[in-house]
């Protein structure tokens, strides 16, 4: 098969990597409840296990970046896709509550950052065209996780018991991922140079990683994803609780996840076409100032017809916008390095999305009203915005990047 063809095999593989990788570790809201009924363990402990994952996730993605820019994504993206079934399997045998935490939030965390940035880098490094809409399809596949993965999980646990359902789910994790990460190949202009492209818009072909990491249009992308996550963890995580505040049952509440995760599929594949159509830094940053007024939006609705239409753009805009990080990181750095600007990125992200889970929480105990957690994450939401406003690329033509003072 070509190259102009094959692209596409690449995308699809992460596609489905991220769909089934992403679909495992969002298994756990839907076990959470019966592992705690049956082993006695505190919600809270269980649930904790998703924080720790995050955070695993941000202290791994360099890591797996790196390594995949030294030997290349398959064998990086091949060793998340055994150890992440692997680390569901013995999650599923967890004998005590510290256990669980460490098989299933450091161990999956750690495992499923092994497949999102070293397969971002890959497709991104894949396509000179259509860069935005490639890795948005990407993207949407991960998006589909929670349509897919946690139905099944559901149907699993509703008929058996938690650990024989995890069991079932590694299983099932380990029986996709594993033959389709045989897929995935290093983009051709490294395999067959071991250098980036050249041309017009080609990024500073010798900057160093050090370079790169001290790079102001590295700090600035890893500040702006770390607001942007920031900004829309909060209300993922407890806009049903609020929903259920409100006043709307828990099963109608539970329905506008739905909501937001369809409208994000489309959110980004009409971020991917608009980025390719008007640059990908020009619609982040309409997306990220967009995002903040749709987080916003949250404190003036109470019926859930309201709580579905701003469910849906708030969807639309925050999941349109994620993969533009790394269209930007690809018009800006190596080719060789890519691995590992990418793994800061999602380094940046993931420990945004570890703050709302407790920020949430915290408002709510303290004011007893979660309307301080959209007006906060309205401000942050302008915070990611100011910062991606300053972002410049670097000059064309250059050819490396001013050294940082001694």
Sequence with gaps: MNQSRYR????????????????????????LRPIAQDTGWSVTGVSSAMTVAFLAMAC???MWGSLSDRFGPLPVVLTGSIVLPASLALASQAPSLLAFQIMFGLMVGGSISAIFAPMMACVTGWFDTHRSLAVSLVSAGMGMAPMIMSPLAAWLVSNHGWRFSMLVMAAVVASVMIPVSLLVRRPPALARAGIAPAGEDAPPAEMSVGQAVRSPQFIILLATNFLCCATHSGPIIHTVSYAVTCGIPLIAAVTIYSVEGLAGLGGRIAFGLAGDRFGAKRVLVAGLLAQAFGALAYVFVRELAAFYAVAALFGFIYAGTMPLYSVLVRENFPLKILGTVIGGTAMAGSLGMATGPV??????????????????SWAVGLG???????????????????????
């Excluded at 920020?359 to 906060?376: E, K, N, P, V």
């Excluded at 990611?384 to 003072?405: H, N, Q, S, W």
């Design 8 to 31: 596409w095999v690449i995308v699809a593989a992460g596609g489905v990597l991220g769909c089934v990788a992403i679909g495992g570790m969002f298994s756990l809201p839907v076990f």
């Design 60 to 62: 791994t993605s360099m």
């Design 359 to 376: 920020a949430g929480g915290l408002i709510y105990d303290t004011f007893a009203s979660y309307a301080w957690l959209y007006i906060g």
């Design 384 to 406: 990611a915005f100011l910062i991606a406003m300053t972002f410049r690329p670097f000059p064309k033509g250059e050819t490396r990047p001013e050294p940082a003072p001694a």
